[in-house]
């Protein structure tokens, strides 16, 4: 029995963080909870320091492989009569890691605290009742040992199969056979470099917050963020595995038993490239009183996988089927909050599940490939659209445009990611180009040339002084503005897009774009990267 359990701290979890159960004494929405920081034995935490370094070097080795083993060819070393000694290195190194990992498996037999905890987890494991899940929640620990809450496989969801949800697809051209066989050679030295790139640094260079190093860096701020989530809030962290088995880990804060009508809301948070939903946009919702639920991407913090579109859409699906079947949360109950990249995945969720409450853009774009032009050179132009649109076509607009529901667009007027240009041109933000696309699919017959003309200008505006001098200047009364769109929508009551505005003076179209924009639209005066406050977070304009 004990060398047993020995041999479950050898092979078990790296334990961070015991939470202690919340007060029962106090009144329900009153949450008292506490933690401490697991504190190893002397021989455990130099012995796991030691693995921690071995784990680094191993990765850091794995990254620079291609030059390494370039270097070791050229020196003459990749040859039988060095391989043999090498590997004679390489099994010794090995050896004394597995000593290594023993005697910190001896250190963790020695810890009372760290056999409680293995015996909850392997209890866990075997019985994943409720009860067993509340006092495991009370540990904090790597999550690729923490069993699963919820699989795409518990419900019958025609929209998930093994090949994944279904994403957007660009019409192929047609032709003939034999054109298609020549045309298949030609660009086959294409298809191999766009393979390469987006595999090697294109996708770290889309997703930096899915590098190890990164990842190793940020782990003390990460933990802290999830001890303040778990103490502060009550948060539940769960385990999800989409269709691809890929694992997610998501935390979910529930204000339901408050009784507001915001608590009843629940607000799924899509984070940006290197945004974790401990440190991310997940608090903006939390602050204003919402339910929420954050996730990190594939290959983020302990999710698995890495954030390939497809792989983003599948983990964006089991969420919401977990938000539906598990938490209970009708879909007009929901309410999509992306900040920057994650406008893809939200895009995705509300043309998938068209009953989703609204949507809620922060510092989103409308399309991949203007960014990836820019800090790419211009002689790379052909390969670069290529390979966006073959690997990495984030297509926030096009997936947009296929949700009835009401949308909100925030934009940062100083936003130095999402620009072409420079952060002082306003007007080189793509998410100028979000608006006027998602205007002129919904409203085509007010958004024509002076329509577009007079929404443009006000989008030039890069204060809420100049922005209210534009809408002022043109003299748009709101409330004939409302009554105009609530006659259509009762006269009709179609879907988009809208014939209103078809047989009205310019002057008519241009009071109702500018109020249509200020409806989708609202500008928040900062940079790309500065949370979004609470008092910014505002509901999507619905008629």
């Not at 796991?48 to 083993?69: E, R």
């Not at 904090?140 to 994403?167: C, I, M, Q, R, Y």
């Not at 809420?464 to 769109?485: I, K």
């Amino acid at each position: 029995m004990a060398g047993w359990m020995w041999l479950r701290c050898v092979f078990g979890p790296h334990l961070q963080r015991i939470h202690r159960h919340p007060d029962p004494t106090w009144p329900p929405g009153r949450v008292v909870r506490t933690g401490w920081n697991y504190q190893p034995g002397s021989l455990e935490k130099h012995t796991d320091g030691i693995l921690s370094w071995a784990s680094a070097l191993w990765y850091l080795s794995y990254c620079s492989s291609p030059l390494l083993l370039s270097y070791l060819y050229g020196k003459g070393y990749i040859c039988s009569s060095k391989l043999a000694p090498m590997s004679q290195y390489v099994a010794t190194t090995l050896l004394c890691l597995l000593g290594v990992a023993c005697l910190r498996g001896w250190g963790r037999w020695k810890s009372t605290q760290y056999l409680e905890f293995i015996s909850i987890l392997e209890e866990a494991k075997k019985n994943h009742s409720p009860d067993n899940k509340k006092k495991l929640r009370c540990y904090n620990f790597d999550f690729s040992h923490w069993p699963a809450d919820f699989s795409w496989t518990e419900v019958s969801n025609p929209k998930s199969t093994k090949a994944g949800v279904s994403l957007l697809k660009r019409e192929a051209k047609s032709r003939g056979a034999a054109d298609a066989a020549l045309h298949s050679v030609r660009t086959l030295p294409c298809h191999i470099v766009s393979f390469l790139i987006v595999h090697s640094f294109g996708r770290r260079m889309l997703y930096p917050g899915s590098v190890g190093l990164l990842q190793k860096a940020m782990r003390p701020m990460l933990l802290q963020g999830q001890a303040k989530l778990i103490e502060e809030f009550d948060g539940q962290r769960n385990k999800l595995v989409a269709c691809d088995g890929n694992e997610i880990d998501t935390m979910f804060v529930d204000r339901r038993g408050g009784g507001g009508v915001k608590g009843r809301t629940l607000v799924i948070c899509c984070e940006g490239n290197a945004g974790f939903y401990e440190v991310g946009c997940m608090n903006t919702p939390l602050e204003g009183g919402y339910s929420v639920l954050g996730w990190n991407h594939p290959g983020f913090g302990g999710s698995t996988g890495v954030p390939f579109p497809q792989n983003e859409a599948n983990a964006m699906d089991v969420v919401i089927q977990f938000a539906v079947h598990k938490l209970h949360f009708q879909l007009n109950n929901i309410v999509i909050y992306a900040w920057s990249i994650g406008g893809f995945t939200a895009s995705w969720a509300v043309m998938s599940y068209p009953e989703i409450q609204s949507v809620v853009l922060d510092a989103s774009f409308d399309d991949l490939l203007p960014l990836a032009l820019k800090v790419m050179p211009d002689s790379w132009r052909p390969l670069v659209q290529y390979t966006v649109r073959q690997y990495i076509n984030l297509n926030v607009s096009e997936q947009l445009l296929k949700y009835q529901g009401p949308v909100l667009l925030v934009r940062r007027t100083r936003d130095e990611i999402i620009t072409t240009s420079s952060p002082e041109d306003v007007m080189s933000n793509r998410g100028n180009d979000l608006l006027l696309k998602l205007l002129q699919f919904r409203y085509p017959k007010i958004m024509m040339k002076e329509g577009v003309q007079v929404v443009r200008q006000w989008l030039s505006a890069s204060t809420h002084v100049e922005e209210a001098s534009v809408y002022s200047g043109y003299q748009v009364d709101d409330d004939w503005c409302t009554s105009v769109l609530l006659s259509y929508q009762m006269d009709t009551d179609v879907q988009f897009p809208w014939n209103v505005g078809e047989d009205m003076t310019v002057e008519g179209k241009q009071q109702l774009a500018l109020f249509l924009a200020r409806k989708h639209m609202r500008n928040f005066e900062t940079t790309h990267c500065t949370p979004l406050p609470a008092s910014e977070f505002h509901s999507a304009w619905k008629l």
